[in-house]
């Protein structure tokens, strides 16, 4: 497809469950990024890749929370245990570059997580 | 004090009016900045971004930028209800990957 793909766009989980979360990037962008959206709220970055490493895990907001990216492409963003507070829009964004200073973040459609 | 702070408004201009945004930042080190729009519901997506001090216009949108002053603002001229949404700043230290972004102002244009 032509833009970033996310799935599943809704979740509905009851709490200690697993999830993951799926994120397929726009061809050719090496920069992928992970967002926190809650209800009302601004963006919460997560993590950040380029190409298959994460330099900066530090805005997973616990252990629960880890991150692949195979391939230089899909990545995959899992909570373990979940609780209710993870509840909130989950939001991945490619860019084709993440160094100069005018890279656009092309977002997805989000997963809406919601625990019970 | 937050990175990145907007005011969460609403901020609700009349049609055809001049809807004023403004955002502050902390990291002096700051180098570019982005606006971007969100519809209720929908996922963010890029207006605009500016790295130089002064103004930049495109169409209805001017994006203003002043370093000193730790601040941006968007001005969008002849305001339409298809405009109203939410407002993202974002900001970005050149050589860095992060994108901070603010909670947003909500921007209601009245018909």
């Known amino acids: 497809g032509a833009g970033v793909s996310q799935s599943p766009s809704n979740k509905v989980t009851e709490k200690g469950k697993d999830v993951e979360l799926r994120c397929d990037p726009i061809?050719?962008?090496?920069?992928l990024y992970w967002y926190r959206q809650s209800l009302g709220q601004g963006l919460e970055f997560l993590i950040y890749?380029?190409?298959?490493?994460?330099?900066?895990k530090s805005g997973l907001p616990s252990d629960r929370f880890s991150a692949e990216r195979t391939g230089g492409s899909v990545s995959t963003l899992t909570i373990q245990r979940t609780q209710q507070e993870d509840s909130a829009v989950y939001l991945c964004?490619?860019?084709?570059?993440?160094?100069?200073?005018?890279?656009?973040?092309?977002f997805g459609e989000g997963s809406r997580l919601t625990v019970l | 004090q937050k990175e990145v702070e907007q005011n969460s408004g609403p901020l609700s201009v009349p049609e055809g009016a001049i809807a004023s945004l403004n955002c502050t930042y902390s990291?002096?080190?700051?180098?570019?900045f982005f606006w971007y729009r969100q519809y209720s519901g929908k996922s963010p997506e890029l207006i605009m971004f500016?790295?130089?001090?002064g103004d930049k216009e495109d169409g209805r949108f001017t994006a203003q930028l002043n370093k000193a002053s730790q601040y941006v603002s968007l001005l969008i001229r002849d305001s339409q209800p298809s405009d109203s949404a939410t407002y993202l700043c974002?900001?970005?230290?050149?050589?860095?990957?992060?994108?901070?972004f603010g909670t947003g102002t909500r921007l209601k244009v009245l018909a």
């Open positions: 061809s050719g962008h090496t920069a």
């Open positions: 990291d002096r080190g700051s180098q570019s």
């Open positions: 500016i790295y130089s001090n």
């Open positions: 890749f380029q190409g298959n490493s994460a330099p900066d």
């Open positions: 964004a490619s860019s084709p570059q993440s160094g100069g200073p005018t890279g656009e973040l092309f």
């Open positions: 974002a900001v970005k230290t050149t050589g860095t990957y992060k994108y901070i």
